[in-house]
């Protein structure tokens, strides 16, 4: 499966991603630990854009459930950020929880680049 940036977009996602990264740190930015949170946010989300929306997929199917997975985990990447925004940063739980879920994010996107739909 060979994947083609869309360097346009992946622009976009890049400058999406800091734009949503100062807000999570403007919201924490009280916070001891809040610009490791803005710069930690922006990382996950960045992570997460470009697949969604910066990458051409050869194949439909994969292209559309590589999209979809993509989206879920950015939506629950801000919800998990803005929640430690607003009721503050614990960083080992904040490190663990959000370190859990982009490694099963990349093993769920590899696992699905690897399926050979026919």
């Given at each position: ?18 734009l ?13 630990n ?11 989300l ?19 459930n ?30 663990i ?22």
């Open positions: 499966m060979r994947l083609k940036f869309n360097v346009f977009l992946t622009i976009i996602s890049i400058v999406l991603t800091v949503l990264g100062y807000w999570i740190y403007d919201t924490a930015k009280d916070d001891k809040g610009l490791l949170c803005g710069i930690l946010s922006s990382t996950c960045l992570f997460t854009l470009i697949p969604l929306i910066g990458l051409q997929y050869n194949n439909g199917r994969i292209g559309v590589s999209r979809v997975l993509s989206g879920i985990f950015l939506i629950i990447f801000l919800i998990s950020h803005f929640f430690f925004a607003f009721y503050g940063v614990i960083m080992p739980t904040y490190l929880i959000n370190g859990i879920l982009l490694l099963i994010y990349f093993a769920l996107f590899y696992k699905l680049q690897t399926i050979s739909f026919n």
